[in-house]
T-cell receptor, first 114, second 115 residues
C-alpha cells in the first residue's frame, strides 16, 4: 500500500512570511495525484491544491504553490505571505490514478504568529 | 451546490452500544468514502461506496460497516463500541469516476465519544 509521510508534526511562521510544509510518499505507480488539504480548528477539511503526477509544472493557487519532485517522491507545500487564517492542520494525500482510495499523511499543524 | 453534510455532528455513547452515522454527498457525486480521524493516527480510510456497492475497504474490524442508498446517501455503523472508537468520523464525496478531475470533498465530521 502507498504511504504518505509528513515529518513535521508542527510548524510556525510569522505573519506575512513564507513557510514550506514537507511531504514524501512511497509508491510504485507512475500515474497518480497528490493533494494538500487544510483543516482549520473545528472546521471542515478543504482542498488547498492538487497536482497530477504526469504534469511537470508545479501547481499554484494564489499564495499556495507546490514543489513536486517525482523522482524524489516529494511534494512540499509553500505558503507565501502567510495570514492568520492559514493556521490549520495541513494534510498531504495521495490517490492512485486507477482508484479512488486516498492515503493521508499524519498532518502538520501550522501556527501563524501575528 | 450544497456541500457534504453529516449527521449527527456529535454523539456520546457507552461501550458495547452501536451507532449509525449518516452522510449526504454533494449532489451528483456517486462516491462516498469514510475516514476515522484521531490525533495520533491521522486519517484512516474505512471504506468507499460507489453506486450502492462497497468498492474499497480499509483495514478495520468487521464491527465497522456501511451502506449506500440509491440517492448516494451513505450510512456507517459501528457495533459493540469500544473506547478506542472515540474519534472524528469524516465522510468525503466525489464523482468517483477515477478521472483526472476527481477530488474528494469533505463533510464537517461526526465527533463520536465512547464512555
Amino acid at each position: 500500500a502507498q504511504t504518505v509521510t509528513q515529518s513535521q508534526p508542527e510548524m510556525s511562521v510569522q505573519e506575512a512570511e513564507t513557510v514550506t510544509l514537507s511531504c514524501t510518499y512511497d509508491t510504485s505507480e507512475s500515474d497518480y495525484y497528490l493533494f494538500w488539504y487544510k483543516q482549520p480548528p473545528s472546521r471542515q477539511m478543504i482542498l488547498v491544491i492538487r497536482q497530477e503526477a504526469y504534469k511537470q509544472q508545479n501547481a499554484t493557487e494564489n499564495r499556495f504553490s507546490v514543489n513536486f519532485q517525482k523522482a524524489a517522491k516529494s511534494f512540499s507545500l509553500k505558503i507565501s505571505d502567510s495570514q492568520l487564517g492559514d493556521a490549520a492542520m495541513y494534510f498531504c494525500a495521495y490517490r492512485s490514478a486507477a482508484g479512488n482510495q486516498f492515503y493521508f499523511g499524519t498532518g502538520t499543524s501550522l501556527t501563524v504568529i501575528p | 451546490k450544497a456541500g457534504v453534510t453529516q449527521t449527527p455532528r456529535y454523539l456520546i455513547k457507552t461501550r458495547g452500544q452501536q451507532v449509525t452515522l449518516s452522510c449526504s454527498p454533494i449532489s451528483g457525486h456517486r462516491s462516498v468514502s469514510w475516514y476515522q480521524q484521531t490525533p495520533g493516527q491521522g486519517l484512516q480510510f474505512l471504506f468507499e461506496y460507489f453506486s450502492e456497492t462497497q468498492r474499497n475497504k480499509g483495514n478495520f474490524p468487521g464491527r465497522f460497516s456501511g451502506r449506500q442508498f440509491s440517492n448516494s446517501r451513505s450510512e456507517m455503523n459501528v457495533s459493540t463500541l469500544e473506547l478506542g472508537d472515540s474519534a472524528l468520523y469524516l465522510c468525503a464525496s466525489s464523482m468517483g469516476l477515477w478521472g483526472d478531475t476527481d477530488t474528494q470533498y469533505f463533510g464537517p465530521g461526526t465527533r463520536l465519544t465512547v464512555l
